[in-house]
């Protein structure tokens, strides 16, 4: 039999040829950036890592890749992506952290790509069924809306019904894209997309549906641009048949350093009183008589729906009497995720079951099966949709308390947290102590390809031999002696007391991060960044700083360091802290002089969004801003407005947060080092994070500036020196400072 050569399988071979023509000098990219209004540049890293990202999928499997700041990965990983969907004729998708990323490559990347790759392709932005209006729920709605809403909520109404007569898309943020405040969730809730409250090809608004023709522009497309948390509950989703994605086998997974986190708050749970009522007010609420068993005239049931309300008063109650939480300093829930007001004082481990003397799950329960009876004898299929899914979601409710009250979930750490500004509420979380070994099973197999890519997946340091003799030659320039421009003293980088004990463990510099995602059989690969940071970054170190286990001691000189470094820079800096407490202590004492000098003060948990926060930044031109956690990455400021990063302590996670004490028991219990195998990798993680929002372009320029001398005085000092790029280093004399 004569063999006929397979033409699709040439065709596929050709992807890295036809990506190395798309990057190199004198192809495709640079004659596109001809007409663009910036010069092109040959980056070899690029090239490398579209070349592996090729590679990966083709043979298909799985990689790691980190790309330093400027290499240009969306690029690198799209335009093989982009080839590969072509060519088998299926989607791919691309999966990001951040909404900016996200608009990054929506609006610039896939526009500039369609335009210069050379070849024909859709790209569509995914969303979560409940950012889209159902039509026929606001028809719905509008009907009812004398039982279900009050006046303020009427209006809010009102401005959707307006909304829906000229909205292309039908998402929420088209709503929000055209000025308009967003609509109240209790009012959103009642018109939006829900999973079991579809009818599908009966609904009389078929044909305009705003989610099928989202679906339909989905199934159509070559790439699926979305976000983690769309991904993991998709993923969740498909386990049982019910995913809302067209089914993809290639995936990149963007920002993957926010990999763990993300799959954790997805694998975990979080049960609060706020959202147990918001699905209470869907049925019924005392105290207006609205809902929609108001509207149907259901007086046993919304009688019954009373009493739930009264149980769910009194079982935050006991969970309040049983944590003992003041709930003092206790803020917004973002700001608890930066650190600001979260402590001893705003959560609680729980360690054992919990017996609570209310029986909330049973009420539940009860009107659950209530309402299900209910729906079965109805007619009307809007409202048997409607009821089907309050009672899913109650059900969803009713399971989240009974696992959290019985513990039954292993590898959980369980615990309670006080949050909220205006109304302090007391909320139960639940959270896997290791993701890895479920998306290890949950998420790998499930893809021909996973591509993970960040700007910050190694850990750098001396125990990575790949590279070792890379930062042994760092190691060695940074300790010796460096002069000081105020005083004109040396310095250099003291040892410490106490000595590292030598590990020559043979691993990899991404191995930590794969282990981390469960993606320990992954390959890696690792590659820089194009920028000269010799001579576009210097960093300095105050070498005269307080140990900071001398708090006092510690904040006082810190004011003074970090007005010297501030004044060094003419503002324009952000001021990198780890305790919400020392951050405001700080503000409060520099405000004066600092506006003193003309030097705006923008500082985190004072009210502001981060967005605004950083808009104004980047407005002023000279500011200097105060953040804690979501600012140490994920931010963006291009050009002269940051030129300065000033890091205050090195940034250790707090050891009695619920989910980080889980992991280093967990690892105390294997025999392990928690210090070292958890909280030093996660640190410097961090660490470079946080250096990285400085140089953002290949034109910026900066300083950064260490104020922790453990940096120069421990012996883990030296991984986080490590963890720099290569430029000058200098320790510096801050004492005396005003």
């Known amino acids: 039999m004569i063999a006929h050569p397979d033409p699709i399988a040439d065709d596929r071979a050709r992807i890295p040829e036809r990506v190395r023509e798309f990057f190199r000098a004198g192809g495709l990219l640079e004659q596109a950036c001809v007409h663009e209004p910036f010069a092109f540049e040959i980056r070899p890293q690029q090239m490398v890592m579209a070349d592996a990202v090729a590679q990966a999928i083709l043979t298909p499997g799985h990689l790691a890749v980190e790309a330093g700041t400027g290499v240009g990965k969306t690029f690198a990983y ?213 809902g929609l068993l108001a509207a149907l005239k259901e007086s046993d049931l919304a009688h019954a729906v009373s009493r739930v309300w009264d149980d769910v008063e009194r079982f935050f109650l006991e969970i309040k009497r049983w944590a003992c939480l003041p709930g003092l300093r206790s803020p917004d829930r973002e700001a608890l ?220 000189s810190a004011g003074g360091a970090i007005s010297f470094f501030v004044r060094k820079s003419r503002g324009r800096a952000f001021v990198l802290f780890t305790s919400a407490e020392m951050m405001k202590t700080l503000a409060a004492r520099l405000r004066s002089s600092l506006e003193a000098e003309g030097l705006m003060l923008i500082v985190q948990g004072e009210g502001t969004p981060r967005h605004r926060m950083l808009d104004a930044f980047k407005r002023n031109g000279s500011a200097v801003l105060f953040g804690l956690a979501s600012f140490w990455m994920g931010v963006d400021v291009r050009g002269e407005a940051l030129s300065n990063v000033i890091i205050v302590r090195l940034p250790f996670a707090v050891p009695d947060e619920p989910v980080t004490k889980a992991r280093l028991d967990r690892i105390r219990e294997q025999g392990g080092d928690p210090f070292r195998d958890y909280s030093l990798p996660e640190a410097i993680l961090r660490f470079r994070q946080g250096v990285g929002r400085l140089i953002r372009t290949a034109t910026d320029e900066g300083m950064i500036a260490v104020l922790d001398p453990r940096i120069v005085s421990r012996w883990y000092g030296r991984h986080f020196l490590n963890a720099i790029p290569e430029c000058p280093v200098e320790i510096i004399s801050v004492s005396g400072e005003p």
């Not at 894209?177 to 967003?182: F, H, P």
């Not at 996973?450 to 060695?476: F, K, M, W």
């Not at 991404?510 to 993606?519: D, N």
Request: aromatic share 6%; glycine share 8%; hydrophobic share 40%.
């Open 337 to 556: 995720r930066d650190g600001v007001g979260a402590g001893k004082d705003t959560r609680r481990v729980v360690g054992a079951p919990l017996d609570v003397p209310v029986a909330l799950g049973e009420r539940l329960t009860a009107v659950i099966h209530q309402i299900d009876r209910r729906g079965a004898s109805l007619e009307d299929p809007d409202v048997k949709a409607e009821l089907k899914s309050i009672t899913r979601r109650g059900r969803e409710l009713r399971d989240s308390l009974d696992v959290f009250l019985t513990q039954s979930q292993a590898n959980q750490v369980y615990w309670i947290e006080c949050e909220g500004v205006r109304r302090k509420q007391f909320v139960l979380y639940s959270a896997p102590i290791e993701v890895g070994p479920i998306l290890e099973t949950m998420l790998f197999p499930q893809f021909q390809s996973v591509i993970l890519t960040s700007a910050t997946l190694a850990v750098a340091g001396g125990r990575n031999p790949v590279i070792s003799d890379q930062l042994s030659a760092v190691g060695e320039r940074r300790t010796k002696d460096a002069t000081s421009p105020r005083s004109g003293a040396s310095g250099h980088l003291a040892p410490g007391a106490d000595v590292e004990e030598q590990r020559t463990d043979n691993i990899s510099p991404l191995s930590y991060f794969r282990k981390r995602v469960g993606a320990a059989h992954c390959r890696e690969l690792v590659v820089g960044s194009p920028f000269d940071y010799s001579r576009q970054m210097r960093v300095y170190l105050a070498g005269d700083m307080p140990d900071p286990a001398k708090e006092s001691a510690f904040v006082e």
């Open 78 to 290: 799209l335009a093989p992506l982009i080839f590969l969907a072509l060519e088998k004729q299926e989607p791919v998708a691309v999966s990001t952290h951040t909404i900016n990323l996200q608009e990054q490559i929506v609006f610039r990347d896939i526009p500039f790509l369609k335009k210069h790759l050379g070849v024909d392709f859709e790209a569509v932005l995914c969303k979560g069924r409940q950012n889209y209006l159902c039509r026929r729920r606001l028809d719905r709605a509008r009907q009812m809306s004398g039982d279900l809403f009050h006046k303020a909520q009427e209006r809010d109404l009102d401005r959707i019904r307006r909304w829906a007569d000229v909205t292309e898309d039908g998402s929420l943020s088209d709503f929000t894209g055209e000025g308009e405040e967003q609509p109240a969730s209790d009012v959103w809730s009642q018109v939006c997309s829900e999973q079991d409250n579809c009818l599908g090809r009966r609904c009389p608004h078929g044909a305009r549906c705003f989610l099928m023709q989202a679906r339909s522009r989905a199934f159509e497309a070559d790439i699926l641009i979305l976000n983690h948390h769309l991904f993991f509950s998709d993923l969740a989703l498909r386990q049982s048949g019910a995913g809302l994605l067209p089914g993809f086998k290639t995936l990149v997974l963007d920002e993957a350093h926010c990999l763990e986190a993300t799959a954790g708050e997805h694998l975990g749970l979080r049960l609060s009183q706020a959202g147990i009522e918001h699905w209470l007010r869907r049925l019924y609420v005392p105290e207006s008589g609205k």
